[in-house]
């Protein structure tokens, strides 16, 4: 443990710079992180998959699949990785840091639009740059999926009508014939301007020593 | 308004009549309120004997005449009294509203304290007693809560619980801030500042920081009022109005606290430790009771099914109940009541009739107007009646003392709060809070409660309490509307809930609570989550009958919109143009992917032209009344004078028209929302009802070319539409085929054994459907507990 220990401290203002996490913050993330992965230099999809308290959830395969997402890496590559280290980790997380209540109108929409695209990664698994009728028919499924057993209808109708309004409120005017592919990322951040992403969508990463953190059993 | 069409000049006229009206019968009724509160001392007794007299006499039958007309207002006295007076609120305020222009540079409740003073004055003028119209048992116990439960029962529970934290933090660190700095300090002043001989400096510190507490607690009914008004962001407005309800505790406990002690003498520290404990008591114990009963209530609702009349008198008495309960006990009844509006909500909105829902919330809000307006003017007038005692320094000081505190007390808390926030408060909004710390009635009835003997400085108390009311709601009332137009204050946003938003909402909620869980981290939204869960899986079964008790949130909040629309549709008759923000011509044809491409052999069926098509489209549309609209920004067409719509001999071109179109969409799956036709009279509306298909069969495919077979000449005459089953039939066919489809013929055979099923349930919903909408939706939006 002591090689890594070093050498991730060597890193640590690397990851900083990259992450936008503190030191203390980082060094309680990898603590999970070593938890999670039993202590392997890489986490799998297993591992995640593996924590009790995400059963519950029904978006957890998005979820899970969103780490192993290239896309949330901050760079321009697709495609899905099958382990990930701790720094790729540590990225997805960085999506959900809150945004720095100082920090300029500029900045705010930059981590906004950086909070959306993560959403937007989310819904768009096929990675065509546009989410289409079907992939938010599948949101709206998985989002039923755990109250019992839905019909199958209410929720295409759901679906169908959230994809009717963001047409109508992006392109108000189309010809009969024409055809709404999808909902491109622009239209994405027009229909979900009213939620303040840059507030809303943040958990808080603890400051202090990992005393305070509590993990899930993990069978491992 | 109809009126404004009319020429201005008779609608001006018309108003001035009903001015001078309701002045004279203002006039009147103080004369008769006068001449009654002095008429109660001397004939009663002579009234009485008199009665036995003639009793005696009609015995033997003196030869008495009979009387054809009496007075006798002895026995109606009260409640003509009372009828009178909340007539005059009510005039007043619809006064109010009539004069132009005034409404929006004074609030309301500055001007019905005007009419209060004015009221007084003139019974004062005409030589008479005022009479102590504020009593205290009267308001707490009447007055005061419907207003709570008016604002408890709407609350909007998911910012009140997103700033819970900073609420409490206001409400009891503020109040007791307040309380002690105020009565402290006035204190001081009072025996420094004076000569020893005068009767402040007999003021002693006990009953100084009795004042104190009485004066500094934030009243929710001047918040209300003057608030209601501003409109200003939904955050600022839960956080200055959460405090105002949740100091009550504080104020009960520092309130008896101090009345206690001042009337005992002496202060031992057990006896402030017991003040603490006492504190989480009444608090926590209010609240409980207030569950408790919200619990019962919600139970209630579940067996109502059967006698929907009187469902709104479960709300209203188990709410009473557990304010009045809360009383036994000193607890804080306010916090009960709100408790309890809030925990029932959700579970008693999911059992009731939608008229039943629309009663309560036309109800409350007509009790807590009446209240509101109510307590006002018995302000004014109670400033009249007196008795006063008015000591420069002391109102001064205690004015100043109280804008002072309440200023440092904001900023200093918010800045210890800012630390724990993400969504700081800023400079602006701590203006406001600070600025919309307004004290009320309740200050003013707390203050009239001491007792005399108790207390002798009574009367300066409560002259400088009126003082500081009439400063709050007057000064900062007046001017806080264009400080915050100067401020640019962010308002509140009048956008709906769009249904986008709603999801997303929910996958926020589980993808942070999914995130947490990965980091191990049990925070905020895990918890949520929890409660949530169990929420679902134990509490709403016992809670909400039938099959509601399942449905998710998403889904109810779907059906919600619809019903809504579907009401909309209906109310007007059809005929209505919605004010949509943006008319957009996309259909579900636009969305909806393509179908491969068709062989050549089939192409053959002559195509029409594409203006044509989209004519026919256009007629098909219209003459389809679907029930289910969309949201209102979804599609409709702007509406074209159709050539096609007036008389019989048009349907049969229609019906060729229809099974060309046919021909041509074959394979498409094909939403026709319908638009809201042209705004026609009734029976052009009836007539097109009439004329609809109320049927789709689909005729056996022979060479996979479906056709769907209208129904045009329907046997119903226009004016025997029935509504209810067009809604039935409507319904029964959203729930088995949403929407207008084109399916192989052997669906809907089976579809109708699930669309039976779901007839019961679509039966309660059209029942709770069908009625007059509510006032303004944007109480509706929050629909479950925990959202």
Not at chain 1, 61 to 86: C, M, P
Not at chain 2, 109 to 120: A, K, M, Q, R, T
Not at chain 2, 755 to 783: F, I, V, Y
Request: neutral net charge; charged residues 20%.
């Amino acid at each position: 443990m002591g090689a890594s220990q070093t050498r991730l401290e060597h890193n640590y203002d690397d990851l900083t710079e990259k992450s936008g996490f503190s030191h203390e913050q980082i060094k309680n993330l990898y603590q999970r992180f070593q938890q999670l992965s039993g202590n392997n230099e890489k986490i799998s999809r297993d591992d995640l998959e593996r924590i009790p308290a995400l059963n519950n959830n029904p978006i957890r395969k998005q979820i899970i699949t969103a780490f192993f997402d290239k896309r949330n890496q901050h760079q321009n590559d697709v495609g899905s990785l099958d382990e990930i280290g701790f720094e790729q980790f540590l990225m997805v997380m960085s999506h959900f840091r809150p945004v720095n209540s100082k920090a300029t109108e500029e900045e705010k929409a930059t981590v906004r639009k950086q909070k959306l695209r993560f959403l937007f990664n989310m819904h768009d698994t096929d990675n065509d740059g546009i989410i289409t009728l079907d992939e938010y028919r599948t949101v709206v499924e998985e989002l039923l999926s755990q109250s019992g057993a839905i019909e199958t209808e209410v929720a295409r109708a759901i679906a169908d009508a959230a994809m009717l309004e963001v047409a109508s409120t992006n392109v108000p005017h189309m010809a009969p014939d024409d055809f709404y592919e999808g909902i491109t990322f622009e239209h994405f951040e027009q229909i979900l301007k009213g939620i303040e992403m840059e507030s809303r969508m943040h958990i808080r990463f603890l400051d202090k020593n990992a005393a305070t953190m509590r993990c899930g059993k993990l069978s491992s | 308004m109809p009126s404004r069409t009319v020429s201005h000049g008779s609608s001006g006229r018309l108003r001035g009549l009903f001015l001078v009206m309701v002045l004279v019968f203002l006039e009147s009724s103080v004369f008769t309120l006068a001449f009654a509160s002095s008429d109660q001392h001397s004939p009663t007794t002579a009234h009485s004997d008199g009665h036995k007299a003639t009793d005696h006499g009609s015995h033997n039958n003196t030869g008495k005449a009979f009387p054809v007309l009496d007075l006798n207002y002895e026995n109606v006295r009260v409640p003509f009294e009372i009828s009178l007076w909340v007539l005059l609120a009510s005039l007043m305020k619809l006064g109010f509203h009539l004069v132009p222009h005034l409404s929006n540079i004074v609030p309301e409740s500055c001007l019905l304290i005007v009419v209060g003073l004015l009221v007084g004055g003139i019974i004062r003028g005409t030589g008479e007693t005022v009479p102590p119209v504020l009593d205290s048992k009267l308001f707490f116990y009447i007055l005061l809560p419907p207003i709570i439960l008016d604002a408890g029962y709407f609350l909007p529970i998911r910012p009140f619980m997103e700033n819970l934290g900073t609420i409490l933090i206001f409400a009891v660190v503020g109040t007791l801030w307040n309380a002690f700095f105020v009565g402290g300090l006035l204190y001081g002043v009072c025996q420094i500042g004076t000569e020893s001989s005068s009767i402040l400096s007999r003021i002693g510190l006990l009953q100084c920081l009795l004042f104190g507490s009485i004066i500094s607690a934030v009243d929710p009914v001047a918040v209300l009022a003057v608030f209601e008004e501003i409109h200003i962001n939904e955050l600022l407005h839960i956080l200055v109005f959460g405090e105002s309800l949740l100091n009550d505790a504080v104020t009960v406990v520092l309130y008896h606290l101090f009345e206690e002690f001042s009337g005992i003498g002496t202060v031992t520290l057990v006896k402030g430790f017991l003040g603490v404990i006492s504190f989480f008591v009444v608090a926590l114990g209010g609240v409980l009771v207030g569950v408790l009963y919200g619990i019962l209530a919600a139970f209630t609702s579940r067996f109502t099914s059967h006698t929907r009349v009187i469902e709104p008198l479960f709300v209203f008495l188990y709410s009473y109940m557990a304010y009045l309960s809360a009383e036994i006990f000193h607890l804080s009844g306010i916090m009960a009541l709100i408790a309890c509006g809030a925990v029932m909500r959700p579970y008693v909105e999911a059992n009731i009739s939608h008229k039943s829902h629309t009663t309560i919330k036309y109800f409350l809000k007509m009790w807590s107007s009446v209240s509101e307006t109510l307590i006002f003017i018995f302000l004014g007038v109670a400033t009249v009646a007196g008795p006063h005692d008015w000591n420069w320094t002391f109102v001064t000081v205690t004015v100043i003392l109280c804008l002072v505190a309440r200023v440092i007390g904001v900023v200093g808390l918010t800045f210890i709060i800012n630390k724990f926030r993400i969504v700081k408060l800023t400079t602006k909004d701590q203006f406001i809070i600070a600025y919309g710390g307004l004290r009320g009635a309740i200050a003013f009835s707390l203050g009239f409660l001491l007792e005399k003997d108790h207390f002798p400085e009574r009367e300066i108390f409560l002259t400088a309490i009126i003082t500081v009311i009439f400063f709050t709601v007057f000064v900062q009332g007046m001017t806080i509307k264009p400080l915050v137009e100067l401020l640019a204050v962010k308002k509140k946003q009048e956008a709906k809930r769009s249904i986008n938003e709603e999801i997303h909402t929910q996958f926020l909620d589980h993808l942070l609570t999914g995130i947490e869980d990965i980091c191990g981290h049990y925070g905020h939204h895990h918890w949520k989550d929890k409660l949530n869960r169990f929420n679902k899986k134990y509490v709403k079964k016992c809670l909400i009958a039938g099959e509601r008790s399942k449905e998710p949130q998403l889904i109810a909040f779907y059906h919600k919109m619809e019903m809504k629309q579907a009401i909309q549709l209906v109310e007007s008759g059809g005929g209505i143009k919605l004010p949509s923000a943006m008319p957009s011509t996309v259909s579900m044809q636009n969305i909806q992917p393509r179908p491969p491409t068709k062989p050549a052999a089939e192409r053959a069926i002559p195509q029409l032209s594409k203006t044509k098509e989209e004519e026919i489209r256009k007629i098909l549309r219209t003459n389809l009344q679907r029930t289910r609209q969309r949201l209102r920004s979804y599609n409709r067409h702007t509406l074209v004078a159709d050539p096609y719509e007036d008389g019989l001999s048009d349907l049969f071109l229609k019906k060729q028209k229809m099974f060309q179109i046919e021909k041509k969409l074959k394979e498409m799956n094909t939403y026709l929302t319908v638009p809201a036709p042209p705004p026609d009279s009734p029976t052009m509306c009836r007539a097109r009802l009439a004329s609809d298909p109320q049927a789709y069969s689909i005729k056996p495919a022979l060479n996979k070319v479906p056709m769907i077979q209208v129904d045009l000449a329907s046997p119903q005459s226009p004016d025997s539409v029935n509504l209810l089953d067009e809604f039935g039939q409507a319904n029964q066919q959203e729930e088995e085929e949403q929407g207008l489809m084109m399916k192989p013929p052997s669906r809907p055979r089976e579809g109708k054994k699930p669309g039976e099923e779901d007839e019961a349930k679509d039966q309660q919903k059209l029942m709770r459907c069908l009625s007059d909408p509510g006032p303004s939706a944007d109480e509706d939006e929050d629909g479950a507990f925990l959202p």
